[in-house]
């Protein structure tokens, strides 16, 4: 027993440092390029009228967002892959309420219609953070993926509770992903797309998912959309 927990000590060593020089990488590419784009607009900024103001408020602000997003990914995998899980008494439907919530702005901004289906009749028993995290960021990837060229943009969110567990899917009709991108998109830092900001979120998901003994799939297609399937086993009996 001891051996086995050597050598998983030694994986996860080795995944961390694998993020670690990636994170740096990507520092050098990612966060330089919008830096760089703050330090232009600050100066376009001193010198521009009432309207190009706001448009470099904005675009600023957008830059700042997407380092602060990857930043937080990185601090919550260093965070969350280490720990040890908790047994949690889930409500999946205050859990999703509170994530759509959250993204409320977005969703108005582009017009997304979220149908919601959560059957929960037997006890989901998990690590909440874990569970939290997976769900914010397969959420987060179906709207920010959304095909503005669609007159109808929708999100599905189904789950379902058994003895054994939850099983949710997460179906929208967005831009999707090639077949060959599908196998690279859990991979830290992928950029899959323009609409892509090349961070941590789906390797987050993979990871927490992992720990949790829990399955994570991807079924997507071009120009149709994308549905994610997390089938979540509870981590001990429910009563």
Same mark, same amino acid.
């Given at each position: ?11 996860? $060593? ?44 904005? $675009? ?13 990914? $990185? ?91 939850? $099983? ?72």
């Amino acid at each position: 027993m001891k051996r086995k927990d050597e050598n998983t000590l030694k994986e996860e $060593l080795a995944q961390s440092k694998m993020i670690i020089d990636r994170f740096v990488h990507s520092c050098s590419h990612d966060l330089r390029g919008p830096l760089a784009s703050i330090q232009g607009l600050t100066e376009v900024a001193r010198h521009a009228n009432a309207d190009e103001l706001s448009g470099c408020l904005d $675009l600023i602000q957008c830059c700042a967002k997407n380092m602060k997003g990857m930043i937080s990914n $990185l601090e919550a995998y260093i965070t969350h892959a280490q720990r040890d899980l908790s047994c949690d008494e889930l409500d999946a439907s205050e859990m999703v309420g509170i994530i759509l919530n959250q993204y409320e702005p977005v969703i108005k901004d582009n017009g997304l219609r979220i149908i919601t289906t959560i059957d929960q009749s037997h006890r989901w028993i998990s690590d909440h953070e874990c569970n939290f995290l997976i769900l914010k960021h397969v959420i987060e990837n179906a709207i920010q993926f959304s095909d503005h060229e669609k007159e109808v943009r929708q999100i599905d969110i189904n789950a379902r509770s058994s003895k054994k567990g939850m $099983l949710i899917n997460i179906r929208d009709n967005g831009i999707g992903i090639g077949m060959i991108q599908q196998k690279l998109i859990c991979q830290p830092f992928f950029r899959g797309s323009m609409q892509s900001h090349g961070g941590l979120g789906l390797f987050l998901v993979k990871t927490l998912t992992k720990k949790l003994g829990a399955e994570f799939s991807i079924h997507s297609q071009e120009q149709e959309g994308t549905t994610c399937s997390i089938v979540i086993p509870n981590l001990k009996k429910a009563a």
